[in-house]
C-alpha cells in the first residue's frame, strides 16, 4: 500500500483547487490511502473541504497559531514530523509547495521529485524539464519516502462527494523564530474567476502597449467570462501585476480555452499553456511562433480584433 | 554583513531550442550554447547591489559543475563578483548534492547571505535554495522581488500565487532570486579583461566528502507530444463562429 501525506494550501478559509488536483495525482498512485494534511491557527473550515473531496481517505489537522501563515522554515519540522508512517508526501506545485516542499526534501534527506505530471509506478513519476521540451522519467529508491510537487495542470480537481474522517495531532517539532510573516498584498477581490483554475483565460503580451490599452484583454475576459493572464514582457513592463503571469516562471494553466493576444510565443511562455484545449492567437506576424502551437490562428491587429470580437460576442 | 555567496550555474542558453537525444538518454548539450542560468544572474546582481550600497563587503560567485562552469564563473567575475569558487564534479548533481555541497562551502566561508537563482532553467527543479538553507538550518526568502538588508535582518518581498508577501528574516538567510528582483548588468570589455585576474579557485567535489550519486534514477527522456496542427481562420466573424461552434463562447 501506498500511503500518502498530501500538504493542504489555503488561505486560512478555502482549500485550493491546486490541492484538489493534487488529490487525484496521489490517487493515480497503485495502491493509494490518501492522507490530506492541514496546518493553519483554525483548520476546521478547510479540513472540511478536504474531506469532502473524493478519494481522500482521512483529513488530519494540526491547530497552532505559528500555522496562521505558511512559512516554509516553521511549516516543515512539522510536516516531516507527520510524515512518520507514509510511503510519499505530495504537495501541489504552487509557490506554497515548491517554497515548502524542498525544504521538507531536504530534511528528510531524500531527493525531491518537482513537478510530477504523470504518475508511472508507485515509485516512478514523469515530469518536465527544459521549460517543457524534455520529459523524464524519474524512479524514486523504494526505501526512502517520497516527497514531490504535482504540476497541477496535469490533473483534473478530485471532485466533492466524499466523507473522509478528520482527526486532530499535535506535532512536537522544534520550531524556528528565524522567519516571521510581515504582510500580503492580494490584488482586490474581484468576480473574475482565479487564472490558475479559470475555464478560459485571455492572455495579452507586449503588444497591448500599456496599462490603459490592456483594459481590452480585460474587457474581452469579462466578456466570456474568463480570467486575464499576461506574458513576462506584458508583467515586466508593468502592462499587468505579476501575478497574472503565465509561462516557465510564472503560472502553469491548464484552460479549456486560451486566448493569446500579442503575444509571439516564446517558449517559456509557452511551455505555460501546453495543456489548454483549445489555444487561439491573435497576432499580427504570421511568422509568430504561437502560432506554431495554436489551435485556432488569426493574423491581425489587436487594435482592429478585440473590438470586432466583443461586437460579435454580442 | 562581512559575506554574499551567490550560486551560478552553467546551464544551456535560454534562447536554445533544446533537443532529446535520440536514444532517450538526455537532452543535446554537444555544440550548444551554455550560460550563466538567468535566475542567477539577477542573484548576482541583487548580491553586487548590496555590497555597491555598502551593506557587503565581499560578493563570492560559487558554482558546483564541470571544469568549464569557469566560464561561467568568469563571467560572474566580470559582472562584478570579488572572487569565484568552483566544486568541481562531471557528475550532473542532483538538488539535494548541490545543496550539500552549497553547504560544505557555506562551512568554510561563512557567508551572512547566500542568494540563489529561484530555479535553473535546465532541469526547472526549483529546489537548491530551500535545500541549502533546510540543511544550514537558517530563513529561507524565495522568490524575492525586492531586498532590504536592515543590520542583522532582512526584509524580503516575495512573488507568491497571490501576490506578493512580505516575510522578515534573521541573517544569515538564503535568498532565491525571482525575475523582477532587477535586471542584472551588462558585462563590458573592461570588466572582463579585469575578470581575468581575479581569484578563481577549485576544489573537487569528492575532496568535500558530497557524494554526486543520484537518488533518482533517470529512466527515459522524451521530447513532449506535439499538439494537433491548427487551422488558421482568415476574419474575426470566422473566428468567433468557431468557438461558437466548439462552445467555447
Ligand atoms: C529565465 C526566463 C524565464 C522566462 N519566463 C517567462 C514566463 O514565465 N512567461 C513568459 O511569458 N515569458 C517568460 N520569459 C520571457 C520570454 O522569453 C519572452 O521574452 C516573452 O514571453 C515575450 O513576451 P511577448 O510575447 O508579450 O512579447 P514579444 O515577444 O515582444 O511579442 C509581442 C508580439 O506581439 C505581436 N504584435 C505586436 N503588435 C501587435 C498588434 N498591434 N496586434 C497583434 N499582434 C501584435 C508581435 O508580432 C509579437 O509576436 C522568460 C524568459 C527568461 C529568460
Redesign the interface.
Known sequence: MSKILVIAEH?GTKLSQATARCVTCASQVPGAEVTVAVFAADPAAVAAQAAALNGVAAVVTVAAGHNAHA???TL?PQVVKLAAGYSHVFGPS???G??????????L???????AMSVEGTH?FKR??????????????AD?TVVATVRTASFEAATAGGNAPISAASVEATL?T??????????QATDRPDL?SAA?VVSGGRALASKENFALIFSLAGK?GGAVGAS?AA??AGYA???LQVG??G?IIAP??YIAVGISGA??HLTGI?DAK???AINKDPEAPI?E????????DLFQ?LP??EK??G | MRKILVGIKRVVDYNVRVRVKPDGSGVVTDGVKMSVNPFDEIALEEALRIRERGEAAEVVAVSIGPDDAQQQLRTALAMGADRAILVKTDAALEPLAAAKAFLAVISKENPDLVIVGKQAIDDDAAQTGPMIAALWDRPQATFASKVEIKGTTATIVREVDAGLETIEVDLPAVISADLRLNEPRYVKLPDIMKAKKKPLDVIDLASLGVSAEAGLKCVLVEPPKPRAKGIMVKDVAELVDALKKKGLV
Open positions: 488561505d512559512l516554509a522554515a516543515a504552487t509557490s506554497f515548491k517554497d515548502l516542499m524542498p525544504r521538507v526534501a531536504a530534511l534527506g531524500v531527493p525531491q521529485i518537482s513537478d516512478r518536465p524539464t527544459y521549460a517543457g521540451n524534455a520529459i523524464v522519467t524519474l524512479e524514486a529508491p526512502r524556528p528565524h522567519t516571521r510573516f510581515v504582510s500580503i498584498s492580494a490584488p490558475s478560459k466570456i513576462r508583467v515586466d501585476s505579476n501575478e516557465q516562471t503560472k479549456e480555452l517558449i517559456q501546453k483549445t489555444i487561439v502560432f502551437v495554436s489551435d485556432l490562428g488569426l493574423v491581425g480584433v470586432e470580437m460579435l460576442l
